[in-house]
Structures are given as structure tokens and as C-alpha cells.
């Protein structure tokens, strides 16, 4: 049997392991992953809040419900609102603030001068550390919120087949997301890169993805299962298998032991939490306040208002399995280690 306690793979060897469904190497598999992860953060798991405070956007991927193009209802957080939900989430527990946004025409505009603003207060007032996924930016902007205090850069490219990317984020250019993300990582920001599954690519092209992200030296790698969107393009499509999902977890966190790998209550809820840390997940991503007005992106309202995207959900669930949600202090120090 394949050995996979191990960082190198060859690109035939993880295919391999994506296409198969031996009930044996997929119990090695996950177990192998949660191995790693217990040698690395023993019983810690990190947890962020989301805050998606603006849902304009002038782009138009085919997946997205935010695209331009579908008539839906669109929100702008002010400052004030920002604040108040980024300072809710972190007094219940999250250890990053997440800020993210469509490609919101009015920011640009602005040079994102508020987002900039936002990034010192919480940094500075709350010291918590910041993520920020504004999409595709100008170097001058990345400058801005790298001098800011951003921790974290998230930007998806979803696929790094350059075809299927043309088809899903439409009229968008490869290379310029591709170089806005390591122009981000020169200035000294951490990078986060992300696949999306079950949208038109096959094995090779999610394990090219997987080497990708190691080549560009991504501190965190995420994959997401495909929703359909009402009023989306691919509203038809059907949602993937969850086991591609789970599979793709445990490769990042074999191949990338130190990486931080989110299991996003954005796909399934709450209820997707435990076989996301099961396959080697080390983060919790998506915690929205209840009734707060903000959104999630592929299961937008799912489980929020119910309360159920909660620090205090996922460390009901987390006690079960003998995890439990790290401290601010603890994400900080496991941060600066990634940095070196
Ligand atoms: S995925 Fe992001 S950039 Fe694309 S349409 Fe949605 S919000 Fe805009």
C-alpha cells in the first residue's frame, strides 16, 4: 500500500490517491492527517470570524451568488458595524478576524482607505490578527493593507487549470491574481490559496492545484465543495461528493504539515464540522454572529441566524471529539512560527 506518512508526493501519486476508493488507504488517509496534525498542535483547533461586509461586486464568476450580474439584495457595513460584529466575535473566542468582501467598486474608489482603518483598529484596539480577502487589488491597495497590519492575504484562484479558470471567473485574468497574491507575500503579508471541488476539474488538476500551493508557499490552503447559486450560471449544477472534499483536506495536511486548513461551516453548517477536523483540519472557519445582518458566501444564511456558526456550537462539538478551541495567544505563536 501506498506509503503516506510522508511530505513528497509525485503528482501520480496523489492522483492516486484521489481516485481511490479503497476503504483501507481512505482510513490511512484521514488517519495519517489527524496524526500530523495532533504532532503539530496536539488537541488545539484555531477558530475565525467572519465578517463579509460589503456583498457588491463588479466581477461575474459563474458560481458565485454575489456576481454582478443576479439581481439580489446587496448590503455595505459602515465602519461602525464592521467594528462592533469584528469585536462581538472576538470577545466569544474567534482567534482572527476575517474581512472579507466582493470587489466592491466603491473601495476602489476609495483606495480601501475605511478598509485600511478598520485593519489598525482591530489590530490595535482589539490585538487580534487580521485576515483580509478584498479579491483582486492593486499593488498600491496591498502596500495599504500590509502597512495596515493585514496579516493574512486570501485570494482564490479555485482551480490553476487556466482553462476551467477562464470559465469560471469570467473575464478575469489569471496571472494578475496569481501576482497579486505573492506581490502580498513580498510585502510581508501571510498568503492563503483555495480550490473549489466539483466544478469541472478532474485528479490531475486538483493535484496540481495541491502542488501549487506549496510552490507558492501559501501559510494556508482551503478547499470548498461547490454549492449552486440561485440565479448563478451553474445554479444546475449538482454539489460534488463530499469524500473529493475530505480527500483534499487530508492531502494539504500531509503535505503541508504546519499549514493552517480550514473546515468552512459555510458548505454544510455546523454539521460538516466534525468530518472536516476528522480529515485533518486545524482551523474553523465562517463563526458569523446570529442576527447580525452578515452573510456567509456559499450557504449565505445557513445555521447563522440559528445560532448555530458559533464558537460556542463548535466547541460543543470539538469537546466531543477531546479538541478544543485554541487561545488568541496560542494562534499568535502558532502564527509566527509559520512566519519564519
Ligand atoms: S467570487 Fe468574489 S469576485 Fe467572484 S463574483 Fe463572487 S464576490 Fe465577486
Redesign the pocket.
Known amino acids: 500500500m501506498l506509503e503516506l506518512n510522508r511530505e513528497e508526493f509525485t503528482k501520480e501519486e496523489l492522483i492516486k490517491v484521489l481516485r481511490s476508493d479503497d476503504p483501507e488507504l481512505l482510513q490511512d488517509l484521514f488517519s495519517t492527517a489527524r496524526k500530523i496534525r495532533k504532532e503539530v498542535q496536539g488537541n488545539k483547533i484555531f477558530a475565525y470570524g467572519f465578517v463579509y461586509f460589503t456583498t457588491y ?1 463588479r ?3 459563474n458560481f ?1 451568488y ?3 450580474s443576479n439581481d439580489i439584495e446587496r448590503y455595505r457595513k459602515n465602519e461602525e458595524e464592521v467594528l462592533a460584529t469584528s469585536k462581538a466575535l472576538i470577545d466569544s473566542g474567534v482567534n482572527l478576524i476575517d474581512l472579507t468582501m ?2 466592491d467598486p466603491q473601495y476602489h474608489q476609495e483606495k480601501f482607505q475605511t478598509v485600511a482603518d478598520i485593519i489598525k483598529k482591530i489590530k490595535q484596539e482589539y490585538d487580534t490578527p487580521v485576515m483580509i480577502s478584498p ?1 483582486v487589488v492593486s499593488n498600491e491597495i496591498i502596500d495599504n493593507l500590509a502597512e495596515a497590519g493585514a496579516d493574512f492575504y486570501a485570494l482564490y484562484q479555485e482551480t490553476h487549470n487556466r482553462e476551467l479558470f477562464a470559465k469560471l ?1 469570467v473575464g478575469q485574468d489569471y496571472d494578475e491574481r496569481m501576482n497579486a497574491k505573492l506581490y502580498a507575500k513580498e510585502k510581508g503579508m501571510l498568503i492563503e490559496e483555495g480550490l473549489l471541488a466539483g466544478v469541472g476539474e478532474n485528479e490531475e488538476d486538483i493535484a496540481d492545484s495541491l502542488l501549487t500551493m506549496g510552490e507558492i508557499g501559501a501559510r494556508q490552503v482551503r478547499v470548498m465543495s461547490f454549492i449552486p447559486q440561485e440565479g448563478s450560471p451553474m445554479e444546475n449544477c449538482t454539489s460534488p461528493d463530499r469524500m473529493e472534499e475530505l480527500k483534499i483536506i487530508a492531502l494539504m495536511r500531509i503535505l503541508y504539515p504546519h499549514a493552517l486548513i480550514p473546515a468552512s461551516l459555510d458548505v454544510d453548517g455546523i454539521k460538516g464540522l466534525k468530518d472536516r477536523i476528522n480529515a485533518g483540519a486545524n482551523l474553523i472557519t465562517s463563526i458569523i454572529p446570529p442576527k447580525s445582518g452578515f452573510m456567509g458566501v456559499a450557504h449565505n444564511t445557513m445555521d447563522v441566524d440559528e445560532g448555530g456558526r458559533t464558537v460556542e456550537e463548535a466547541r460543543s462539538i470539538l469537546d466531543q471529539m477531546g479538541l478544543v478551541i485554541a487561545t488568541r495567544e496560542e494562534y499568535k505563536e502558532f502564527i509566527k512560527e509559520v512566519r519564519k
Open positions: 461586486c466581477n461575474n464568476c458565485c454575489y456576481r454582478n466582493g470587489e479579491g471567473r
